[in-house]
């Protein structure tokens, strides 16, 4: 589980609990609650991001918060070490020794891209077919992405139209003095409701799944360079220097200096 982004949860939450009791003390609570305004402001949110997505769309958007708090499955230094082993098998066995090596590995991508190497498909189509896995890879993610930035988008929008519902309301009920005040603060509750939704639930979600991606693409275009640099017959050497430069300064550092490669 990705601690930071629970921890980060669990934070905001705690922060905004923290101003209300400050404030008012816990019967505060119960100026926080209101009906109307959630069903407006959630409800209407949720409603209108629904209308610019197709309902399959819709229900992988919602069940992709899953993934926020998943830890990825590998690491791109990782993703390194097996290649410069396999870049070893290969050297010293031949590329036909791959096929078997390819059996123990749990990456489906590294594991197809293997396959091709072994089968002895053109460097050019090898890049091409990995590529085009990639992009449909990227496209997918954004999509997902897209779902929760639409909803970041509209949460705050549909706050202030719940806002002006109430002020309406209020508006035309101005002979009791005394109900104005307990009517704007009702009104100004889909406004915080709708930048809860965005800046405490979506943004964060849309942030670190884009991180997320980043970090597999990354790593899948390390296996595309990584296996067209085997099927070439390159040192392993040459391979790892090739690739730690798609890691930071201080991952590179972190790898070390011997990570299986040849001499």
Same mark, same amino acid.
């Given at each position: 589980?990705?601690?930071?982004?629970?921890?980060?949860?669990?934070?905001?939450?705690?922060?905004?609990?923290?101003?209300?009791? /400050?404030?008012?003390?816990?019967?505060?609570? +119960?100026?926080?609650? %209101?009906?109307? /305004?959630?069903?407006?402001?959630?409800?209407?949110?949720?409603?209108? $991001?629904?209308?610019?997505?197709?309902?399959?769309?819709? !229900?992988?958007?919602?069940?992709?918060?899953?993934?926020?708090?998943? %830890?990825?499955?590998?690491?791109?230094?990782? $993703?390194? +070490?097996?290649?410069?082993?396999?870049?070893?098998?290969?050297?010293?066995?031949?590329?036909?020794?791959?096929?078997?090596?390819?059996?123990?590995?749990?990456?489906?991508?590294?594991? +197809?891209?293997?396959?091709?190497?072994?089968?002895?498909?053109?460097? %050019?189509? #090898?890049?091409? !077919?990995?590529? $085009?896995? #990639?992009?449909?890879?990227?496209?997918?993610?954004? +999509?997902? !992405?897209?779902?929760?930035?639409?909803?970041?988008?509209?949460?705050?929008?549909?706050?202030?139209?719940?806002?002006?519902?109430?002020?309406?309301?209020?508006?035309?009920?101005?002979?009791?003095?005394?109900?104005?005040?307990?009517?704007? *603060?009702?009104?100004?509750?889909?406004?915080?409701?709708?930048?809860?939704?965005?800046?405490?639930?979506?943004?964060?979600?849309? *942030? $670190?799944?884009?991180?997320?991606?980043?970090?597999?693409?990354?790593?899948?275009? !390390?296996?595309?360079?990584?296996?067209? /640099?085997?099927?070439?017959?390159?040192?392993?050497?040459?391979?790892?220097?090739?690739?730690?430069?798609?890691? /930071?300064?201080?991952?590179?550092?972190?790898?070390?200096?011997?990570?299986?490669?040849?001499?």
């Amino acid at each position: 589980m990705d601690i930071a982004t629970l921890i980060g949860f669990i934070l905001g939450l705690a922060m905004l609990v923290y101003g209300i009791i /400050s404030n008012g003390g816990t019967i505060a609570f +119960k100026y926080f609650i %209101d009906v109307a /305004s959630v069903v407006i402001t959630i409800g209407g949110s949720i409603s209108g $991001t629904l209308a610019c997505n197709k309902l399959p769309d819709f !229900i992988n958007g919602l069940k992709s918060i899953k993934f926020a708090f998943k %830890d990825p499955a590998l690491e791109p230094a990782d $993703t390194i +070490k097996s290649i410069i082993e396999l870049s070893n098998v290969g050297r010293k066995e031949g590329l036909l020794a791959l096929e078997e090596a390819a059996n123990g590995i749990e990456d489906e991508f590294l594991k +197809k891209g293997i396959m091709l190497v072994v089968d002895g498909t053109d460097p %050019d189509l #090898v890049r091409g !077919i990995l590529e $085009t896995d #990639v992009d449909c890879l990227e496209a997918r993610h954004k +999509k997902v !992405i897209g779902f929760w930035e639409k909803w970041a988008e509209l949460g705050p929008a549909w706050g202030m139209i719940g806002t002006l519902v109430g002020l309406v309301i209020m508006l035309y009920n101005m002979e009791d003095a005394s109900a104005i005040g307990p009517a704007m *603060a009702v009104a100004l509750l889909t406004t915080l409701y709708g930048s809860l939704i965005a800046n405490w639930l979506c943004n964060p979600v849309a *942030a $670190t799944l884009k991180d997320n991606s980043d970090r597999e693409i990354t790593i899948r275009n !390390i296996t595309i360079e990584g296996l067209l /640099s085997i099927q070439a017959g390159e040192n392993p050497r040459v391979i790892e220097e090739k690739l730690k430069s798609f890691l /930071s300064p201080s991952a590179r550092s972190a790898f070390g200096t011997d990570a299986g490669g040849e001499e």
